[in-house]
């Protein structure tokens, strides 16, 4: 249950004064205690993300936020860093008392969440102390009752919690491409790559998005392929493979049966497959000297033939020939300025949130700078993209 990535949870960031109750919230809503609680002011310095499965919503990422102090302002790295943290969440939690209600601080954060255009749900703490009357000051805005210390209106909290998630945190990976009772058949090479007794997280949650749609998936290894085509009635729907695979697979598979990769259906998943594919048009005007930014989301322990920092590079210079600079971001250290670059080059997002990843997309767009993923770049210099993203067109 720990494994979902980060990336994968509900994204939850909880905003409000100084010491009116965000941190005891998150325990209460967690059930144990996972944030600093104190009655000193000013108790959480930093963001403070807390995983943790919320039934019946799943998997979800609280980020517990520095509070506003009276003057409602902070350090501008702390302000920084809790924007940083709004910007990523698919959920804003604010958390305010009955005596305020919605005041100068709280309208301030309402209107940043509106410009981010976040779900926003309004918790009124410390009820026990203070319950809200008809007269509280809310403005007509609707807010759920709650007490971190009787716990009081926290399944309130939590059902309005669920309500507030977007139906984009919910969306299919690969079920809107095919109907109930369609035969899938996923190609699932095991080698020695291939981690020990399981499968990796990608073809679990595909396996799972076609089982929650009514579809039935037959997963098979390359060899066994043409069997499994053998033993159906008629032609699957689609079939689905990992990337490693597609050249061989792509020969089985008739041309009229629909084929695409695990890489690029989460491409659309996480990002906006269009734009990196236009992105991916732009590898075969680059120049020499050209400056290549290849970021990822995460800051993982690099291997000798790390994919960021030594195989895309490698690939890249051989497939054009040319002399390329490259630079690298990890983790949330995407640069501001992107308009130097001749191209962006991103990973798979595996520990960003959609709405960080379409965030970065955007970035690049606007800074006019052409910007793939992995997925779509490998799948291009490979020369199957046409092909794996044909049974995605128009979706
Ligand atoms: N009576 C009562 N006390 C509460 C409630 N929620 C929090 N407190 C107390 O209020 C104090 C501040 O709580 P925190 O959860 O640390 O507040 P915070 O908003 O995280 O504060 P900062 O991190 O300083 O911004 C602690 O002493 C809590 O025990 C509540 O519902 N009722
Ligand atoms: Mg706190």
């Known amino acids: 249950m720990n494994d979902t990535p980060q990336g994968e949870r509900t994204r939850i960031a909880i905003l409000g004064r100084c010491n009116v109750g965000k941190s005891s919230l998150i325990n209460a809503l967690a059930g144990q205690p996972v944030a600093i609680v ?7 310095t930093d963001p403070v993300r807390k995983a943790m499965e919320m039934l019946p919503l799943g998997p979800v990422l609280f980020c517990d936020t520095p509070g506003l102090d009276d003057d409602g302002v902070l350090a501008p790295e702390r302000e920084e860093r809790t924007l940083a943290e709004l910007r990523q969440a698919d959920i804003a939690l604010l958390v305010t008392d009955a005596p305020t209600g919605i005041g100068p601080h709280e309208e301030a954060i309402l209107a940043k969440v509106a410009s981010l255009k976040t779900p ?11 319950p809200p009357g008809a007269d509280a000051p809310f403005g007509g805005r609707v807010f759920t009752p709650v007490s971190a210390k009787t716990l009081e209106g926290i399944d309130d909290l939590k059902r309005a919690i669920m309500k507030a998630v977007p139906d984009e945190a919910r969306r299919p990976i690969a079920s809107d491409l095919v109907k109930p009772g369609d035969v899938v058949i996923l190609v699932v090479p095991i080698d020695s790559a291939a981690p020990k007794g399981r499968l990796i997280l990608p073809q679990q949650q595909v396996i799972r998005d076609l089982l929650d749609a009514g579809v039935i998936t037959v997963v098979a290894r390359e060899r066994e392929l043409e069997g499994a085509l053998a033993a159906l009635r008629t032609p699957p729907a ?5 990337s490693q695979a597609f050249q061989v697979v792509s020969r089985i598979v008739p041309e009229d049966v629909p084929l695409t990769s695990f890489s690029i259906l989460f ?5 906006d497959l269009p734009e990196l594919m236009r992105g991916a048009k732009a590898i075969a005007g680059l120049a020499d000297g050209d400056r290549i930014l290849v970021a990822e989301g995460c800051t993982h322990h690099r291997q000798g033939d790390d994919i960021g920092t030594v195989k895309i590079p490698r690939l890249l210079e051989a497939k054009t020939g040319k002399r390329l600079r490259f630079e690298h971001s990890a983790g949330m250290g995407y640069p501001p300025d992107l308009s130097d670059y001749a191209l962006v080059v991103h990973c798979g997002g595996c520990m960003l949130g959609r709405r960080e990843m379409l965030s970065r997309i955007a970035a690049a767009r606007a800074a006019g700078v052409p910007i793939v993923n992995y997925g779509v770049l490998l799948a291009c210099l490979n020369g199957i993209l046409g092909r794996a993203s044909a049974p995605l067109a128009g979706r």
């Not at 104190?38 to 959480?44: A, K, L, N, W």
């Not at 926003?120 to 009820?127: E, Q």
């Not at 689609?238 to 990992?242: A, E, N, P, Q």
């Open 238 to 242: 689609l079939v689905i493979t990992d």
């Open 267 to 271: 491409a659309r998943y996480k990002g």
């Open 120 to 130: 926003c749900v309004i918790a009124c703490n410390r009820i026990d102390e203070t």
């Open 38 to 44: 104190s009655p000193v002011r000013g108790t959480t």
